[in-house]
């Protein structure tokens, strides 16, 4: 068991973090793993094609995060701000100090007994390839998790505020006891049961950041490296409905607003696809559809991601959020 002691200071400063970073490392380990999962698999199917086309599980990322056990902390630097920019997270990786990046793959060697050609070129000389690392995980977010991003971030950021009614309405030891079965909270301490390393308070910065993830789980990730303040990712609450095909209940609705086309369109992106995926599904030609999706576009309804050589359109929040207003 681990413990991390609190100050009134420490308890002061316990903050949520939405990060996009810390969905980026077990969604990878799920996907190159080729296992299936009772929860995560309908995304697993679409993406794990495109990630072997793209051949982005033969990369940087296979090599730094393997199969499971020690995942490299300059991987996951403590966010700054409640819900960063991925460019903010992928800029921060680039730009990690080379000699925490050293300590970290000498870490790594230990664990996997050596570090491979490639990993031993990073480790000589980190800042030359710490932007290829970076411009790798940008790769992989825009091609699995980009287009997802909304519905992830609508389950993230509702953990949130459900945590946060928890705080107002029965202070922070009920959130923080709450948090998961292995987590508890007495006497001004938060001990993990499963966590082999200690977690001592002179060895980390001040505070905790708590990070709520739909790919954690069903256990904790922890990152505690001074001067920074200790991390905890736990699983989101309401994960297992994330990938539940939701009924579009406000299309017809719509239809004499949007239009009939668009708003098919809309429907049907319950899952990104391909304007040559939305074209057969419909029946639209595909010049239709890509009209169609420029207007939804520029209109903020639907975003564009690049997925090797195809491009993926998903739904964004602002149309989760018109498509539930007309279904009331």
Same mark, same amino acid.
């Given at each position: 068991?681990?413990?991390?002691?609190?100050?009134?200071?420490?308890?002061?400063?316990?903050?949520?973090?939405?990060?996009?970073?810390?969905?980026?490392?077990?969604?990878?380990?799920?996907?190159?793993?080729?296992?299936?999962?009772?929860?995560?698999?309908?995304?697993?199917?679409?993406?794990?094609?495109?990630?072997?086309?793209?051949?982005?599980?033969? =990369?940087?990322?296979?090599?730094?995060?393997?199969?499971?056990?020690?995942?490299?902390?300059?991987?996951?630097?403590?966010?700054?701000?409640?819900?960063?920019?991925?460019?903010?997270?992928?800029?921060?990786?680039?730009?990690?100090?080379?000699?925490?990046?050293?300590?970290?793959?000498?870490?790594?060697?230990?664990?996997?007994?050596?570090?491979?050609?490639?990993?031993?070129?990073?480790?000589?000389?980190?800042?030359?390839?710490?932007?290829?690392?970076?411009?790798?995980?940008?790769?992989?977010?825009?091609?699995?998790?980009?287009?997802?991003?909304?519905?992830? @971030?609508?389950?993230?950021?509702?953990?949130?505020?459900?945590?946060?009614?928890?705080?107002?309405?029965?202070?922070?030891?009920?959130?923080?006891?709450?948090?998961?079965?292995?987590?508890?909270?007495?006497?001004?301490?938060?001990?993990?049961?499963?966590?082999? @390393?200690?977690?001592?308070?002179?060895?980390? =910065?001040? =505070?905790?950041?708590?990070?709520?993830?739909?790919?954690? =789980?069903?256990?904790?990730?922890?990152?505690? @490296?001074?001067?920074?303040?200790?991390?905890?990712?736990?699983?989101?609450?309401?994960?297992?409905?994330?990938?539940?095909?939701?009924?579009?209940?406000?299309?017809?609705?719509?239809?004499?607003?949007?239009?009939?086309?668009?708003?098919?369109?809309?429907?049907?992106?319950?899952?990104?696809?391909?304007?040559?995926?939305?074209?057969?599904?419909?029946?639209?030609?595909?010049?239709?559809?890509?009209?169609?999706?420029?207007?939804? @576009?520029?209109?903020?309804?639907?975003?564009?991601?690049?997925?090797?050589?195809?491009?993926?359109?998903?739904?964004?929040?602002?149309?989760?959020?018109?498509?539930?207003?007309?279904?009331?």
């Amino acid at each position: 068991m681990a413990e991390l002691a609190f100050t009134a200071g420490d308890l002061a400063q316990v903050r949520f973090v939405v990060s996009p970073l810390w969905e980026v490392v077990p969604s990878f380990r799920l996907l190159t793993s080729g296992a299936s999962h009772p929860v995560h698999g309908p995304w697993a199917d679409q993406v794990r094609p495109r990630l072997r086309a793209a051949g982005l599980d033969r =990369g940087w990322l296979t090599e730094l995060t393997g199969s499971s056990g020690y995942v490299p902390d300059f991987l996951n630097p403590a966010p700054a701000v409640p819900a960063p920019a991925p460019e903010a997270e992928w800029e921060a990786i680039a730009g990690s100090p080379a000699d925490r990046v050293r300590q970290d793959l000498d870490h790594l060697a230990r664990h996997q007994g050596r570090l491979g050609p490639r990993l031993s070129r990073l480790r000589a000389d980190p800042p030359a390839h710490l932007p290829r690392l970076a411009r790798e995980i940008e790769a992989y977010w825009e091609l699995a998790l980009s287009p997802y991003w909304a519905r992830i @971030r609508a389950v993230l950021d509702a953990d949130v505020l459900h945590r946060a009614r928890t705080i107002a309405e029965h202070g922070a030891g009920r959130l923080l006891n709450d948090l998961h079965t292995s987590v508890s909270w007495a006497d001004d301490t938060l001990r993990l049961e499963r966590r082999k @390393r200690d977690m001592p308070r002179e060895s980390s =910065g001040a =505070g905790l950041l708590l990070i709520p993830s739909v790919f954690t =789980g069903p256990g904790l990730r922890t990152r505690v @490296r001074p001067p920074d303040p200790p991390q905890l990712a736990y699983p989101a609450r309401g994960t297992g409905s994330l990938w539940q095909v939701r009924p579009v209940a406000g299309a017809s609705a719509l239809a004499p607003v949007l239009g009939r086309s668009r708003t098919l369109l809309l429907a049907e992106l319950d899952a990104p696809a391909s304007t040559t995926e939305l074209a057969r599904r419909t029946g639209q030609s595909a010049a239709g559809v890509s009209q169609c999706l420029t207007a939804l @576009r520029t209109a903020g309804l639907v975003s564009a991601h690049r997925a090797g050589r195809s491009v993926l359109y998903a739904r964004t929040a602002a149309a989760e959020t018109l498509l539930r207003a007309a279904s009331v």
